[in-house]
């Protein structure tokens, strides 16, 4: 049985509805919040959970971060190429990408100032980041949706790669990690690649049903403008261009990881 696309909008907005009325709203009084490690609070005024300090020291890190990150990918395919041209152990590599790992958790927990919010007297909260229930609530239910698509899409892209290819690589002596890792997954791309950049459009178009819970997102916004300017022509081409290039954005990054895993004929 197969569902046209009125009956996949009316379950995302039944989703959204449902984590927003069924589950979040019904969550205590800010006087009665509930608080769990971390810690977090959770409200009808909200959730708090801990976020990074808003200050130069830390985007400096995050961009310390981002060039470990660049680092690190460069290292790996670097110890690949030498592993499969020069029959090298690739020691040396793994253990610079393990010192990278380990840096960049350290600068994670201790260099970017987390701050946990505090309960205050009259119900609210201070410091960290207060999320609303509409944004808590489009979060949940966009993440279990589309992840729900996105499971299923690995596990039959892994399913796909012929049986022969475990065998093969159990063959060699590998264990069921490294069989995973060397020879099952990078095939499963090859399938998986195609479907998942679909998803990942769907989920960038999806968060405009945020407007069922009353969310404040570009379309809500978008509406309000042209109902004050009455420029309703003007305001629908910025929203086009704006999830154009999100969608532009997301097809050219996955199409380049799509090209990098393919066979290359030599």
Same mark, same amino acid.
């Given at each position: 049985?197969?569902?046209?696309?009125?009956?996949?909008?009316?379950? *995302?907005?039944?989703?959204?509805? #449902?984590?927003?009325?069924?589950?979040? #709203?019904?969550?205590?009084?800010?006087?009665?919040?509930?608080?769990?490690?971390?810690?977090?609070?959770?409200?009808?005024?909200?959730? &708090?959970?801990?976020?990074?300090?808003?200050?130069?020291? +830390?985007?400096?890190?995050?961009?310390?971060?981002?060039?470990?990150?660049?680092?690190?990918?460069?290292?790996?395919?670097? *110890?690949?190429?030498?592993?499969?041209? /020069?029959?090298?152990?690739?020691?040396?590599?793994?253990?610079?990408?393990?010192?990278?790992? %380990?840096?960049?958790?350290? %600068?994670?927990?201790? &260099?970017?100032?987390?701050?946990?919010?505090?309960?205050?007297?009259?119900?609210?909260?201070?410091?960290?980041?207060?999320?609303?229930?509409?944004?808590? &609530?489009?979060?949940?239910?966009?993440?279990?949706?589309?992840?729900? #698509?996105?499971?299923?899409?690995?596990?039959?892209?892994?399913?796909? +790669?012929?049986?022969?290819?475990?065998?093969?690589? /159990?063959?060699?002596?590998?264990?069921?990690?490294?069989?995973?890792?060397? +020879?099952? #997954?990078?095939?499963?791309? *090859?399938?998986?690649?195609?479907?998942?950049?679909?998803?990942?459009?769907?989920?960038?178009?999806?968060?405009?049903?945020? %407007?069922?819970?009353?969310?404040?997102?570009?379309?809500?916004?978008?509406?309000?403008?042209?109902?004050?300017?009455? *420029?309703?022509?003007?305001?629908?081409?910025?929203?086009?261009?704006?999830?154009?290039?999100?969608?532009? %954005?997301?097809?050219?990054?996955?199409?380049?990881?799509? /090209?990098?895993?393919?066979?290359?004929?030599?």
């Amino acid at each position: 049985m197969t569902t046209g696309p009125g009956e996949t909008a009316l379950t *995302r907005i039944f989703g959204a509805n #449902f984590w927003y009325f069924a589950v979040f #709203f019904n969550l205590p009084k800010p006087q009665e919040k509930l608080e769990l490690p971390g810690p977090i609070f959770m409200s009808k005024r909200g959730i &708090a959970i801990p976020w990074p300090e808003n200050t130069v020291n +830390v985007w400096l890190w995050l961009i310390v971060l981002f060039l470990g990150v660049i680092a690190a990918i460069f290292i790996w395919q670097w *110890r690949n190429q030498l592993m499969t041209e /020069k029959a090298a152990s690739g020691q040396p590599q793994l253990i610079a990408l393990v010192t990278i790992v %380990i840096m960049e958790l350290l %600068i994670i927990i201790f &260099a970017l100032g987390w701050q946990a919010p505090i309960a205050k007297e009259t119900g609210g909260t201070e410091g960290g980041l207060n999320l609303t229930l509409e944004l808590s &609530a489009l979060l949940v239910g966009l993440v279990f949706y589309t992840g729900a #698509f996105i499971a299923e899409i690995v596990r039959s892209g892994i399913q796909a +790669v012929p049986k022969g290819q475990w065998e093969a690589a /159990k063959s060699l002596g590998l264990n069921s990690g490294l069989v995973m890792r060397l +020879v099952i #997954f990078p095939q499963a791309l *090859r399938v998986m690649i195609p479907s998942l950049n679909s998803q990942y459009m769907n989920l960038a178009k999806n968060s405009s049903l945020a %407007i069922a819970i009353g969310y404040p997102d570009l379309y809500a916004v978008a509406n309000t403008t042209y109902n004050q300017t009455g *420029r309703p022509v003007e305001v629908f081409i910025l929203i086009m261009v704006v999830y154009l290039s999100i969608n532009l %954005i997301i097809s050219v990054c996955m199409n380049l990881l799509n /090209k990098s895993v393919q066979l290359k004929e030599r």
